[in-house]
């Protein structure tokens, strides 16, 4: 304990010199750096200098507006931070996000957000989004964010995050949070390959390629390729009595592949994307064979988007698309139900679904900003299946279709020049349910550099197929009674710019969840979905960053949250109170040199037999060089978990079934491990 107490401290105060330099160097270099010619910043009015600066977003209103206007409290992370963090996954893109934390059972990657993951949960309270195509599936509702997410993250230009209920724009599963991923235009991209190498005997490549031609025509592919053998042996103490005395090997592997087209012309687009993973479950979940590498999961996914967007002068802006979608899951569990010998399950699932949304914004009223839209979904297929082999025994064959749609209308009206009011409802109807979920904001701008938001918002979350229907007959029984979730939503923000240089943002926030969905376990021990718990949360959010003209950046931020069961007044589980996050990027030589470093700390979570994870100070560091030796040569070097600290994560109820053996409660996560990158652009 105490040695880990030191290096601990020494993480603070390496990452904290670190800070105090660059901050220094960068106020001192920017002092003595003349300005460029044809950039005389005093030539320029504030509110010039504060639209140079500030970010425009769209996923708030979805219409672009300043991210001070937005009626939202939002992060923006580009591809320059993805690249220079060394970011390898969207799971680690989003643990440096203000407020955000990420969970892993060595299988899949969740994500918490303002104090809120429930185990058990498939990331189904955030919606994800692809250039405003939505990527949650329609048999989990999932928001993939590991290994599983089809895109490469290289070809990503910039990532929105608005926090809070987003429902009355998106529907369902905008319960916490959107992301909306843009992606890079084929110009940026033209002629790339990439390939990478880490510990774990881990590799991936990439070729992309990206061009317009003279008859106006852009079109963009891109093909990545991924494999990890994992670590070759993990120990799990609660299998110490397991024939492997608590060993795991060659369980852990890690293989995907993805493949990306767009097309556009003219005012149409055209997309496809698609991904598959394959992944070893080395943690003995449901019921399965400890240390048995036949255990695995197979996802994919995949969809065909058609996009039109077109501006009618002082009539309306108008965006459509029609799309279709498919994701697939096989998962192989090798089980022997106490006693030797051992059979396989086989549980699949397969969804396919198409559907149509549109958004016009009409422009000719004054002060307004009017938007009507409606989206409509046919899932054509929600199957799940289960299938014991050897003896074959069918415990699940469900196969089921469903419509739903939403309608909304949202007003963005300036009531005087600074001060703009934001009214918006939406009605979304289900086979055997509907919802209305209304959102008001007052954004008050005094003056350019300060924003003051006032925002409520309701949103719901609808209960998915495998919560509703899924039993294997084993582990899982089904509950097709379930309501939807319900959540209230207050937040108080204050936005500022200062010192040309610098952006602060401070907000406290107050949500109520009604009819929350858990994951519980009966009598039998058998895992199965209710609507048991109201919880509810306070919350206070602090971040600061700073730029300079050299090139260097920083962020800090500080996320204190208390979320509680409304009827017992405990803790939620897997519920940090403190998360922290501070990040600097230096150009050590020009603009080819850069060296980042990056901190991440989370308090103790609460696991769900009441005991406590610990509470890691992760550090990470990347190095990265551009065009140093030749040009479009892009070279970068990573470490992560520096000082090699030991993290874990809260583990869910699946991982509580062995017979005779005690529940996992926490899993443990990689220790210190590397990757060296090379993209040569040509």
Not at 356 to 378: C, I, K, M, Y
Request: glycine share 8%.
């Amino acid at each position: 304990m105490n040695q880990l107490r030191r290096r601990l401290n020494l993480c603070c105060a390496a990452v904290c010199l670190l800070a105090v330099g660059v901050f220094c160097y960068s106020a001192a270099w920017c002092e003595d750096q003349p300005l460029p010619a044809g950039d005389d910043l005093s030539e320029l009015s504030l509110e010039q200098l504060m639209q140079m600066k500030v970010e425009k977003v769209v996923t708030a209103s979805r219409f672009s507006q300043l991210v001070t206007e937005a009626p939202a409290s939002m992060s923006v992370i580009t591809s320059d931070d993805i690249r220079k963090y060394g970011y390898r996954t969207l799971a680690d893109v989003l643990r440096s996000v203000p407020g955000l934390y990420v969970s892993s059972d060595r299988n899949y990657s969740y994500l918490g957000v303002r104090g809120f993951n429930r185990p058990g949960d498939f990331n189904s309270r955030v919606l994800l989004m692809v250039d405003g195509h939505r990527l949650n599936d329609n048999i989990y509702d999932t928001a993939a964010i590991g290994t599983e997410f089809p895109l490469d993250i290289d070809l990503i230009d910039h990532i929105e995050f608005m926090r809070g209920p987003g429902s009355s724009l998106y529907g369902s599963n905008a319960f916490f949070g959107v992301l909306n991923i843009f992606t890079r235009k084929s110009g940026d991209v033209g002629r790339e390959l990439s390939a990478s190498a880490a510990n774990y005997d881990t590799w991936s490549g990439r070729a992309s390629y990206g061009t317009s031609f003279n008859s106006g025509l852009d079109v963009l592919f891109s093909g990545t390729i991924y494999d990890s053998a994992g670590q070759r042996s993990l120990y799990f103490p609660e299998f110490a009595s397991s024939p492997s005395n608590g060993n795991t090997f060659n369980s852990d592997y890690d293989s995907s592949k993805s493949a990306y087209a767009r097309f556009l012309l003219s005012d149409f687009t055209l997309t496809g994307l698609f991904g598959s993973r394959k992944k070893g479950i080395p943690t003995g979940a449901f019921s399965t064979v400890f240390n048995d590498p036949n255990t695995r999961t197979i996802d994919e996914r995949g969809y065909v988007d058609l996009g039109y967007r077109r501006t009618f002068p002082d009539l309306f802006t108008l965006s459509a698309r029609v799309y279709y979608d498919h994701y697939g899951f096989d998962g192989t569990y090798v089980t022997d139900n106490g006693a030797p010998p051992s059979t396989t399950n086989l549980d699949t699932a397969l969804g396919n679904w198409w559907g149509a949304d549109t958004v016009a914004t009409l422009t000719p009223l004054a002060e307004h900003n009017l938007s009507l839209g409606a989206e409509f979904r046919q899932n054509l297929a929600q199957n799940q299946k289960n299938v014991d082999v050897n003896p074959a025994a069918i415990n699940l064959d469900d196969q089921r279709r469903s419509v739903n749609f939403g309608l909304f209308i949202q007003d963005e009206y300036h009531i005087l020049k600074p001060l703009r009011i934001s009214l918006g409802v939406r009605y979304d109807n289900y086979n055997v349910f509907s919802a209305v979920d209304p959102r008001a904001a007052l954004v008050y701008n005094p003056v350019e550099t300060t924003a003051l938001k006032l925002l409520y918002s309701e949103a719901f979350r609808a209960p998915n197929a495998n919560e509703r229907y899924y039993q294997d007959g084993d582990t899982s029984i089904s509950n097709p009674d379930l309501k939807p979730e319900k959540i209230r939503t207050v937040d108080a923000i204050w936005e500022q710019y200062f010192m040309e240089n610098y952006r602060s943002s401070l907000g406290g926030f107050y949500y109520r969840v009604t009819d929350l969905i858990s994951q519980t376990t009966n009598n039998a021990n058998k895992l199965v979905y209710r609507n048991v718990d109201n919880a509810e949360a306070v919350g206070v959010a602090l971040s600061m960053e700073g730029f300079w003209q050299n090139g260097s950046k920083g962020h800090l931020s500080y996320n204190w949250q208390q979320v509680t069961n409304v009827s017992t007044g405990a803790l939620l589980s897997n519920s940090p109170r403190h998360l922290v996050k501070a990040n600097v990027s230096i150009p050590l030589f020009r603009q080819q040199l850069f060296v980042s470093p990056e901190l991440q700390y989370t308090s103790q979570r609460m696991t769900l037999d009441g005991t406590k994870t610990n509470d890691p100070i992760i550090v990470n560091l990347s190095i990265l060089s551009r065009d140093l030796w030749f040009k479009g040569l892009e070279a970068s070097a990573s470490i992560y978990n520096l000082f090699n600290v030991h993290a874990q994560d809260v583990a869910g109820e699946e991982h509580g079934q062995q017979p005779n053996l005690p529940p996992l409660q926490t899993i443990r996560q990689d220790g210190v491990n590397f990757r060296f990158k090379l993209s040569y652009r040509f």
